[in-house]
């Protein structure tokens, strides 16, 4: 079953909203959607292995699309990642 983490939303034109669970290690990032020229949340990912001290440092970043693709997008191997089938998370 998927994790279900709170989230905060962000002042990013590529990120929604994030979230930390720091018992699991797991950072989440609602990405914002353009579907149609409407923009609004769109796709939750869940990537492993994202330390407290990450979640500090991306929260801290003045530019949270900047950080994510200078730190994290590119970084399989460290923050393996997975999109949230969030129709799992309504039952």
């Known amino acids: 079953m998927a994790l279900r983490i709170t989230l905060q939303d962000v002042e990013s034109n590529q ?4 979230g930390h669970d720091a018992e699991t290690s797991t950072l989440a990032i609602r990405f914002t ?3 149609g020229g409407v923009v609004g949340p769109g796709s ?8 407290a001290e990450d ?9 949270k699309g900047k950080h994510f ?3 994290i997008k590119d ?3 460290k923050y393996p990642f997975t999109k949230i089938d ?5 039952a």
């Open 15 to 18: 990120i929604h909203a994030i």
């Open 33 to 35: 959607s353009r579907k």
């Open 44 to 51: 939750l990912y869940h990537y492993a292995n994202f330390t």
């Open 55 to 63: 979640f500090a440092a991306f929260q801290a970043a003045e530019s």
């Open 69 to 71: 693709g200078a730190h």
């Open 75 to 77: 970084q399989v191997a």
């Open 86 to 90: 969030e129709s799992a998370l309504a």
